[in-house]
């Protein structure tokens, strides 16, 4: 384990933090779990800590694709960028989410 990479706290598997198309890596690309722990992206400044399993996906007018993450502990919901490397078999698998 090193500061470049997190160990995903659902499925366990090792995780390097940069990746293509996203600067701040906020979920996991395997199981797309992300966590709660930031109120502005990237700040780390939320206490809760809970796991945020991905409920969804919705398109922006755009087109971009956009993972919708509720977490398990609070409720929040948050929608996430998909990363360059993000696990493309499990966001098909995802509901689209007309709105939330
Ligand atoms: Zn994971
Ligand atoms: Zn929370």
Same mark, same amino acid.
């Given at each position: ?29 395997y199981c797309l779990y992300s966590l ?10 939320? $206490? &809760? !800590? ?11 007018? +755009?087109?971009?694709?956009?993972? *919708?993450? $509720? &977490? !398990? ?11 360059? +490397?993000?696990?493309?078999?499990? *966001?098909? $698998?995802?509901?689209?989410?007309e709105y939330f």
């Open positions: 384990m090193n500061k470049n990479s997190f160990e995903c706290e659902n499925c366990g598997k090792e995780v390097p933090k940069a990746s293509f198309g996203t600067r701040n890596r906020n979920h996991c690309p709660h722990v930031d109120i502005k992206p990237g700040d780390r400044g939320s $206490k &809760c !800590g809970g796991k945020m399993p991905p409920v969804g996906k919705m398109y922006k007018p +755009d087109g971009e694709e956009v993972l *919708v993450h $509720k &977490c !398990g502990k609070c409720g929040l919901t948050r929608k996430n960028r998909v990363a360059g +490397d993000d696990s493309y078999e499990e *966001v098909a $698998k995802l509901p689209i989410l």
